[in-house]
């Protein structure tokens, strides 16, 4: 195992021999006569130093000092005369890795020791390799898990779009053949969306409701409600029937884990704030402002539309009606701004 030393002696006789004896030994040595030479020397190449203790202007012990601040992690072994051993473990406490004595008269010990330091740094050099080799590693794998992370996020957004639009099709599909729900499901979400801006909601909110108001009475597809288009007042069996619908349209939307927040207002949507609705009998803080906003458009449409037991209410008649029962069973801030938006949007000018 072959090695680069750096040696540093101020006398020319010492450092000579000491290049001489490593030469032999298969080392490449480059040879300097300061501390001020190591510094200026030293480089990630070498395997070992090699360091004087009694040199001028900077001593073993200051170069060895500076050698730290670099954060150098080469080997250093130190040259100290018979009798130095205080001079030893001076040197040991600063990180030394050894120490030789000179004059060298047992050559054998001297590569020794010279051949276990070179086997330190090479175990060093192997270890940062592997370390970097290990973080590039980490790296590349963490960069292609973010790729496949992006793309597994992208096919879920594509297959949440798909099953949502699978889902609109079909149910405008089965509205269209009913008079009572055609064009219901489509003014619900418009109002619930134009209430929804006018509110201030977060894009995410926005993207909830407008999905929730779209499914809100999905269930009604899949029970028989033509009861609701017979004349006159609905019987207690036939009013029991269509209180069904909330929570047989949350249970359709519920395998839709992505839904989840959509299941819960459409489960809600026939909730009072006084705890009167139905199908649970919640109210007051457990209905959320979305559940409350499908809530207030779903009972404007539902006023304004014609039913075969009831006249329809004018624009201004359902507004009222909203009014009274806010507090009871509406939110009257939203009751305010709902009003706001409908009658501004009405009144706004045609391009």
Request: hydrophobic share 40%.
């Amino acid at each position: 195992m072959a090695g680069k030393i750096l040696i540093a002696d101020d006398d020319d006789l010492v450092r000579n021999a000491i290049e001489k004896i490593l030469n032999m030994f298969g080392y490449e040595v480059v040879p300097v006569d300061s501390g001020k030479g190591v510094l200026a020397t030293v480089n990630d190449g070498f395997h070992v130093i090699i360091l004087d203790i009694n040199m001028p202007d900077m001593d073993g012990f200051q170069t060895l000092d500076a050698l730290n601040r670099m954060k150098c992690d080469i080997p250093v072994l130190f040259l100290t005369g018979a009798g130095s051993m205080d001079y030893a473990i001076k040197a040991m406490n600063l990180g030394a890795y050894d120490f030789l004595t000179k004059p060298i008269e047992d050559i054998a010990l001297f590569h020794v020791k010279v051949k276990r330091a070179v086997e330190k740094r090479y175990y060093v050099l192997r270890e940062k390799d592997y370390r970097r080799n290990l973080e590039n590693e980490v790296r590349e794998k963490t960069r292609e898990l973010a790729e496949k992370n992006e793309l597994l996020m992208q096919y879920s957004h594509q297959l949440e779009e798909a099953t949502v639009q699978v889902m609109s099709t079909l149910q405008a599909a089965l509205e269209e053949k009913d008079p009572y729900t055609a064009g219901h499901t489509r003014r619900v979400t418009e109002y619930s969306m134009l209430l929804g801006r006018a509110a201030g909601l977060s894009e995410e909110d926005m993207l909830v409701l407008e999905r929730a108001a779209h499914f809100h009475d999905v269930g009604k597809l899949v029970i028989d409600l033509s009861c609701i288009r017979k004349p006159g007042i609905l019987s207690s069996e036939e009013w029991a029937l269509i209180k069904k619908h909330p929570e047989v349209g949350a249970n359709i939307v519920q395998p839709l884990k992505f839904t989840e927040r959509e299941r819960i207002i459409i489960l809600n949507h026939h909730e009072r704030l006084d705890g009167s609705g139905y199908p649970r009998g919640i109210g007051g803080d457990e209905l959320d402002t979305l559940t409350r906003i499908i809530t207030i458009a779903d009972s404007y449409d539902a006023m304004t539309s014609r039913r075969n037991y009831r006249r329809n209410l004018s624009a201004v008649e359902a507004m009222a009606e909203l009014r009274r029962c806010g507090g009871t069973q509406f939110d009257p801030d939203l009751i305010r701004i709902f009003a706001e938006a409908v009658f501004a949007e009405k009144t706004a000018p045609v391009n």
